[in-house]
């Protein structure tokens, strides 16, 4: 039985690796916000990233430095 926590790591993970890995390139160090379909926004801090993407994609994302395994969820 899967727990909610490894389910919400599980698609975090898949989503970094879809959506977040092919910027690591040219973005190294940023942040990405990544909604559950795939739209993804840039900052150059954790928070300027969070609001933003807060204020375009409303709640339920994730949020990822690039280039590093750190992932958090807003609600």
Do not use: C
């Amino acid at each position: 039985m899967t727990t909610a926590n490894e389910e919400r790591k599980r698609q975090a993970d898949a989503l970094y690796e879809r959506y977040g890995r092919p910027l690591e390139t040219q973005h190294r160090g940023e942040y990405v916000a990544i909604a559950p379909d795939g739209r993804t926004l840039l900052g150059s801090s954790v928070r300027e990233a969070l609001l933003e993407a807060k204020a375009t994609f409303g709640a339920g994302n994730f949020i990822f430095k690039l280039g590093e395994k750190a992932v958090g969820k807003w609600r």
